[in-house]
């Protein structure tokens, strides 16, 4: 079977159940009628509003259906009169509007999760039973079934048989029934209103064992103040009917508007039932039907208040524990203080960093006393000298980069620290601290700024031996220069001119190395002046090939070099071409 037709034959099963379960409780309704076919309650008027909410105003046909069924079975009905041709329609045809208006326009929660909901719900099905009562009352005298001086009080049992059947059924159907239905049905629910419908149970509710034993104790007094109200025992009338609500209101306080509606039900159906066995008389039953009816309402009013008041408190604390995990999760200790200084809430960070074993131990303590009492120097610190309780006290915002805080067991570590006060509706409530150990912060630091230093004095060290080196250099090389000098003032041949000059040349250029290197610790030492003088790019270029013609004529290499006519031979302030070398 296609996943389609499994999901039609369970629509097919449920609307065929739903008739017949609409006829039943139609056929017990009869014994109940105060006039011919109004009834003292009438329950299937419950049941279609609850299938029209929940399962849609679709299910409209199938419920004008079960109309037609129980007007010729139950009531006998004339095919043909006014009470089966458009009585049963205009019923369907009012509460199918009302379930609409409250989907569509007032767009109720049809959980029923708020008083809102309930009250609408009310408001409107209670209206629209009342324009069923005028209208179908006026079919019935029609019909002739009613007489004509008795037209208002009919309407009204009609009125309120049918307020009580939606007081009683509608809510417990959409509350116990209908969500199981829609899931069997395969309607669908959207993430939020499935997560939603999960039942919460209440903080204050019991659960297992207790709250079966607490079940069947509210189920056995129902029963024993249906008997002590209207067994006729202890009164003829219905002085007693007040004992019915110490129950529901005890059921609505402990389970909310869950527990309520499911105890307005057994009332409702208790007080049927015990009817069977205590008759009453056309008025008593006139009177009876208020009464169920302020019972009904009574109970849904309360319930509804618990039941919201119950989801206020859960999603409190819902809010307070997504807080409290925020606050515990931080690496940072947070804690608050009032306007006198005094901690009101920490977390769990702090306790671990100044090694306190609760909350109890802090909360109401002068956080000056706890952690900031001590000076550096080991004296003490006194309270009204701290700039930090005067700024808080203030409402002022204080970022501190380095401040001593004092641990439990007397320890102390450096901290940074950032306040922010703490407002609601323009008061001054005190103020969110937040603080770090920087300890290894301070470490680290100091471990940077000692590297910083040996490296300034390894340079130091460096430039002051580059600097001697350059001197003790200096000192055989002019020796070395001079000599070279006089040796070319004597008789030499070229050849021997020659090496001579180049060995000079060479001499002056590391001569020229060793002042670039003490000009370099110059630089650093910050002393450099710079001189401007001409320069001579001829000179500078045969100066540097000079050193390399005697590698260069071993490997019979000739060194060509040439320059520029647009530069001149001294002076130039700018190069416009290099020199080149052919190898």
């Not at 929660?109 to 909901?117: A, G, I, K, V, Y």
């Amino acid at each position: 079977m296609t996943p389609k037709k499994r999901w039609t034959v369970r629509r097919l099963v449920v609307a065929a159940c739903f008739i017949v379960v609409y006829v039943l409780l139609d056929r017990s309704t009869v014994s109940f009628q105060i006039w011919t076919e109004i009834s003292a309650w009438y329950p299937p008027t419950g049941l279609a509003l609850a299938a029209l909410i929940g399962l849609g105003w679709r299910y409209a046909p199938v419920i004008l259906m079960a109309e037609y069924i129980s007007s010729i079975v139950n009531y006998h009905l004339a095919v043909h009169s006014y009470s089966f041709l458009a009585g049963n329609i205009e019923f369907i045809v009012v509460y199918t509007v009302a379930a609409v208006v409250l989907r569509r326009v007032v767009k109720i929660d049809w959980h029923l999760r708020s008083m809102r909901d309930v009250a609408w719900l009310l408001l409107i099905a209670i209206c629209s039973s009342c324009v069923v009562a005028f209208v179908g009352t006026k079919f019935l005298q029609a019909d002739h079934l009613i007489p004509a001086q008795g037209y208002s009080l009919a309407v009204m049992n009609w009125w309120v048989g049918d307020a009580v059947a939606i007081g009683s059924i509608v809510p417990f159907c959409l509350i116990y029934v209908v969500p199981g239905l829609r899931r069997f049905l395969g309607y669908s629910e959207n993430g939020v209103a499935a997560e939603q419908a999960i039942r919460k149970v209440g903080r204050h509710e019991l659960r297992g064992f207790r709250r079966t034993l607490e079940s069947g104790l509210f189920a056995a007094s129902i029963v024993a103040v249906l008997w002590a109200a209207l067994s006729g025992r202890f009164s003829s009338g219905d002085e007693m009917f007040y004992l019915l609500f110490p129950p529901l209101i005890v059921v609505a306080v402990r389970r909310g508007l869950r527990g309520a509606t499911a105890a307005i039900l057994a009332l409702d159906t208790g007080i049927i039932l015990a009817l069977q066995l205590y008759p009453r008389s056309s008025g008593e039953l006139t009177l009876l039907q208020f009464l169920m009816l302020i019972l009904s309402l009574a109970g849904l009013v309360l319930g509804a208040l618990i039941s919201e008041r119950d989801e206020s408190e859960q999603r409190l604390s819902e809010e307070e524990a997504r807080m409290r995990l925020l606050l515990e999760s931080t690496g940072e200790a947070i804690y608050g203080v009032n306007n006198k200084g005094e901690w009101t809430f920490c977390n769990h960070a702090l306790l671990r960093l100044l090694g306190y074993g609760s909350q109890q131990e802090l909360l109401g303590r002068n956080i000056h006393d706890v952690m900031h009492h001590t000076r550096r120097d080991g004296t003490p610190y006194p309270r009204e000298e701290c700039s930090q309780l005067r700024e808080l006290a203030a409402g002022k915002e204080i970022h501190v980069n380095e401040e001593l805080l004092w641990r439990a067991d007397g320890s102390s570590f450096e901290a940074e620290i950032w306040s922010h006060p703490l407002v609601e509706g323009g008061v001054r409530l005190g103020s969110v601290v937040t603080f770090i150990d920087i300890t290894e912060r301070k470490k680290a630091q100091r471990a940077l700024e000692q590297a910083k230093e040996d490296a300034e004095a390894a340079n130091r060290a460096k430039s002051d031996f580059l600097a001697n080196m350059s001197h003790e250099i200096r000192t055989p090389m002019n020796g070395i220069l001079g000599m070279t000098t006089l040796a070319l003032e004597t008789n030499l041949d070229a050849e021997q001119r020659d090496y001579l000059s180049m060995v000079k040349s060479s001499g002056e250029s590391l001569l020229t190395l060793l002042n670039d290197i003490l000009d370099l610790s110059k630089i650093e030492a910050g002393k450099l002046g710079l001189d401007v003088a001409d320069m001579s790019v001829e000179n500078c270029i045969e100066d540097a090939l000079e050193p390399l013609a005697l590698k260069a004529q071993q490997k019979g290499i000739e060194l060509v070099w040439n320059i520029g006519r647009d530069i001149p031979k001294s002076g130039a302030r700018r190069l416009d071409a290099v020199a080149t070398g052919v190898y």
